[in-house]
């Protein structure tokens, strides 16, 4: 195959002419792709599988990585058509690899997500606020699980708020 910009020519053989070479002109017409994680590599511990999100609208697109290498993971914000800056919202701790270590608001502004210590955070999307503490759970295993409300809302969230008390079920506003 060779490419030149817009175009790629390669040959193929056409099994329905005894395997005689056709040669084919295609037009590619999509655009190259667009490098969402400048600055902030996807570095990712061996025990989380990557995780990204990208928001209702298809502005912004959201995903935790560990760029240092060191085993402290941020949550980050780009532009999904690229351009602007990346955006760090905030240390993130991964309790596991499920794909419920952060949840983009429906109305496309906000990200919730786990922070140390059993916090439970939001930042806005855009980073034009710093992150806002919705609860503080049991910092062991405290934050079971979270879900948001389809209206923005609230955060609905399952946890102990001591090591070993019971799971409890509880809804937090998200402003």
Known sequence: MITAGPLSLFRASDSCRDLASRTHLLFNTLAPPTRLSL????VFDVRFTPVFRI?????????????????????????LAGGGALLA???IVPASSSPDEFLLSADSTRAVYRGAGGQLLVARL????????????????????????????????????????????????LD
Do not use: I, K, W
């Open 39 to 42: 600055g902030a590599g996807l």
């Open 55 to 79: 928001s209702a609208d298809s502005t912004r697109v959201a995903y935790f990585a560990d760029p240092d290498g060191d085993g402290q993971f941020t949550l980050f914000s780009a532009a």
């Open 89 to 91: 919202l905030g240390p």
């Open 126 to 173: 855009d980073g034009g606020a710093p992150p806002l503490l919705l609860a503080t759970l049991a910092p062991q295993d405290g934050l079971l699980e979270f879900a948001l409300t389809p209206d923005s809302s609230r955060a609905v969230y399952r946890g102990r708020t001591t090591n070993l008390g019971p799971a409890e079920l509880f809804s937090v506003p």
